[in-house]
């Protein structure tokens, strides 16, 4: 259900506080200098495809920061990771196929 099987390093960054692994994935996507554009601020990570490698964003979009709120709300003492768990998709189970 993901056409071009794109990646959001946002939102893999979204996940982390659910998914410490995470962090292991974003580094080993910042090693590659090929995936960070340059900007007139820095270089980032932009969202990729896994199937077309040299595919690069022609802008940054909103919806590449969405989830970082998902992850930034489980360090919330009022919301934590039921919050979390409630209003995503994500799955813990790594069988389970939507």
């Given at each position: 259900?993901?056409?071009?099987?794109?990646?959001?390093?946002?939102?893999?960054?979204?996940?982390?506080?659910?998914?410490?692994?995470?962090?292991?994935?974003?580094?080993k996507h910042?090693?590659?200098p090929d995936?960070?554009?340059?900007?007139?601020?820095?270089?980032?990570?932009?969202?990729?495809?896994?199937?077309?490698?040299?595919?690069?964003?022609?802008?940054?979009?909103?919806?590449?920061?969405?989830?970082?709120?998902?992850?930034?709300?489980?360090?919330?003492?009022?919301?934590?990771?039921?919050?979390?768990?409630?209003?995503?998709?994500?799955?813990?189970?790594?069988?389970?196929?939507?």
């Open positions: 259900k993901n056409p071009g099987t794109m990646v959001s390093p946002h939102i893999i960054a979204g996940f982390m506080p659910a998914l410490p692994l995470a962090r292991t994935h974003l580094l910042w090693q590659n995936q960070r554009l340059k900007t007139s601020v820095g270089e980032i990570l932009p969202r990729f495809s896994l199937d077309h490698p040299k595919w690069k964003p022609h802008r940054i979009e909103a919806i590449d920061y969405s989830s970082m709120l998902f992850g930034l709300a489980t360090l919330h003492p009022n919301l934590g990771m039921n919050f979390f768990k409630k209003n995503t998709r994500f799955t813990f189970n790594k069988n389970k196929q939507d």
